[in-house]
């Protein structure tokens, strides 16, 4: 059996959008899941505070604040 949108996306969940969205490179990348439909996921954006909706395509499950790998310095 398949996974709803809510059941990928529970309300409270902190959700990062995908890099190739024009929010992504306007600064506002990470957000609160607000509500889940059948088409949208509702986020509430944590720099800006407003509601976005979008696709489960552009959202994902994410943990923001962990330190990623620098390739250039090859440093963590």
């Known amino acids: 059996m398949a996974l709803t949108l809510k059941d990928r996306f529970p309300?409270?969940?902190?959700?990062?959008?995908?890099?190739?969205?024009?929010?992504?490179?306007?600064?506002?990348?990470?957000?609160?899941?607000?509500?889940?439909?059948?088409?949208?996921?509702?986020?509430?954006?944590?720099r800006s505070s407003k509601l976005r909706k979008f696709t489960a395509d552009y959202v994902s499950i994410e943990k923001p604040f962990i330190k990623s790998v620098s390739i250039i310095n090859g440093k963590l």
């Open 11 to 46: 309300i409270g969940a902190t959700v990062q959008v995908h890099p190739s969205h024009d929010v992504w490179v306007m600064g506002d990348r990470f957000g609160k899941v607000e509500s889940v439909g059948r088409v949208w996921v509702h986020v509430r954006m944590f």
